[in-house]
């Protein structure tokens, strides 16, 4: 599916986003441009500290734009972002540790978005929520450090998920997960996708959770993107840079020494 | 020769409403100069079974065992000064979650730098390059900048790094490393998986690697003893992984995904009131 010359959902267009000044200056991403359609599924792969974070924050209006544009529905973001851009899309962080406040019970934490944004029905769109991340009712009142990683992992998906968006940017979404609860919530989020005919834009650096996941992607590597792929190519391991077949070695598992990445 | 780690039906109990739940559940196991890998499902006692070995459990948690020793030393009810000696020295471990361990606050480089002056006296500059040293062991690019940034600073990856980091400053007997490569792309993973490699081979450290990756886990650890529920429910060679004989570990084995296409939706797994008992 190639979607690079119509107009996406989410548009990005030569971003550059340039943290610090002078000497501690750090070029987080340099000219990276993507489109994503609705109801597309885009995946961001590459190396650790190569911006793939930051790219979904600048989406999300947390990270300073200072080159590019980024379109949504075909109208150019401006800073600070809208309320209303929040109820279509939403971001689950990478980090579940830090973006749940530590003195908030979990029924808070999903109550919150729904009170902010005047929903009804709040009672049941937490329970409703809850199971859909595969949390039982017990877990509602207690807080995120009596909860183990992968629970708090459940907790920001269901947090992204209460408000309905239609966009979600999904950061490391299950890197925090055991393999089973990795396939339930990426069912999940599959089903969610063609049901509710959801946008993501996931950021993983697990090749086969991109390659289920998403029908193209994009590679990055030091701010700046390598390559972008299709679901099939990657698949039969049709990279052509020297990077991605790298990270396509390296995903074959740990080799006791002596046998080259 | 007896074992760095001996540990005899350790369990890890936290109150609730309905009185003390167990969320691990006499765990055996000993532990040599050795590569042991830890699996299990989200919640199955992995991280507060690496915590009581360490004395770390959240206070309002119980632990109890039978025996739980390190070089012979008994752990249980190990005084303050005793831990002090052991914890940062001879044994340490990796949170899972680098953010949460590391001090917000304070710049990586002041906190690696603290480590190595509890350790003992060495001049600033001799511990700025120390620090800077152990920066590139986890193959930090830029450790310079890496050194003065603070942890919100840094990608995800790097964070996790710097907290390997810190903990190798005290050159461990033992190290439990708790999801320590969750957060890394590939290739990195596999440059942090050969330091920790390195560390058991050379200096013939003991490693207990908890994680939920059981690929990566069958590749690089010795033995494996996967979780459930807060019971050890097999211990098994970690290569003779694929011929796991517990339903659970069978299962967790066909619910990853595979990058030359699966299956779709993916199995998951049928959970068995039976594997409680
Ligand atoms: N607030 C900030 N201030 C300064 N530098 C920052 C900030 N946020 C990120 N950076 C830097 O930007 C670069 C890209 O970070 P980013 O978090 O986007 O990486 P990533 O690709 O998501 O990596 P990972 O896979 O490790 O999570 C890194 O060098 C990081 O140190
Ligand atoms: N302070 C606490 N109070 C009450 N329950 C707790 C507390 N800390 C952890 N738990 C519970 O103990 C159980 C085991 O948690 P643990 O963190 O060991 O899981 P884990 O196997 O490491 O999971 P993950 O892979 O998600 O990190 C979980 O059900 C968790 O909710
Ligand atoms: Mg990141
Ligand atoms: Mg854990």
Known sequence: MTASN???????????????????????????????????????????????????????????????????????????????????????????????????????????????????????????ALEDVGLGQGF??????????????????????????????????????????????????????????????????????????????????????????????????????????????????????GTST | MTNMLEVKNLSVAFPSRDGPVRVVRDVSFSLGRERLGIVGESGSGKSQTGRAILGLTPSNGTVTADHLAFDGIDLRGASSSTWRQLRGRRMSMVMQDPKFSLNPVMTIGRQIVEAYRRLGRKSKSEMREKALEVLSSVQIRDPERVFDAYPHELSGGMGQRAMIAMMLVGEPDLLIADEPTSALDVTVQLDVLRILDDLVRDRGMGLIFISHDLRLVSSFCDRVLVMYAGRVVEEIAARDLHNAQHPYTCGLLHCLPKIDGGVRPLPTLERDPAWLA
Do not use: W
């Open chain 1, 6 to 128: 119509t107009k996406g959902l989410i548009s990005v267009r030569d971003l550059g986003v340039t943290f610090g000044h002078g000497t501690n200056e750090v070029k987080a991403v340099r000219g990276v441009s993507f489109d994503v359609a609705q109801g597309e599924s885009f995946g961001i792969v590459g190396e650790s500290g190569s911006g793939k974070s930051t790219v979904l924050r600048a989406i999300c209006g947390l990270a300073p734009t200072s080159a590019g544009t980024i379109t949504f529905q075909g109208e150019a973001l401006k800073a600070p972002r809208q309320p209303a851009f929040y109820r279509d899309v939403q971001m689950v962080f990478q980090d579940p540790y830090a973006s749940l406040h530590p003195r908030h019970t979990i029924d808070k934490v999903l109550s919150e978005p729904l009170a902010i944004h005047g929903l009804d029905d709040p009672e049941g769109r937490v329970e409703r």
């Open chain 1, 140 to 257: 509602r009142f207690r807080f995120p450090h009596q909860l183990s990683g992968g629970q708090r992992q459940r907790v920001a998906i269901a947090r992204a998920l209460i408000l309905e968006p239609q966009v979600l940017l999904l950061d490391e979404p299950t890197s925090a997960l055991d393999a089973s609860i990795q396939a339930e919530v990426l069912n999940l989020l599959d089903a969610l996708r063609h049901k509710r005919g959801l946008t993501y834009v996931l950021v993983s650096h697990d090749l086969a959770v991109v390659a289920h996941m998403c029908e193209r992607l994009v590679v990055m590597q030091h701010g700046r993107e390598v390559e972008e792929l299709t679901r099939s190519a990657l698949q039969h391991h049709e990279a052509t840079q020297e990077y991605t077949r790298n990270l396509l070695v390296a995903s074959e598992g740990f080799k006791a020494k």
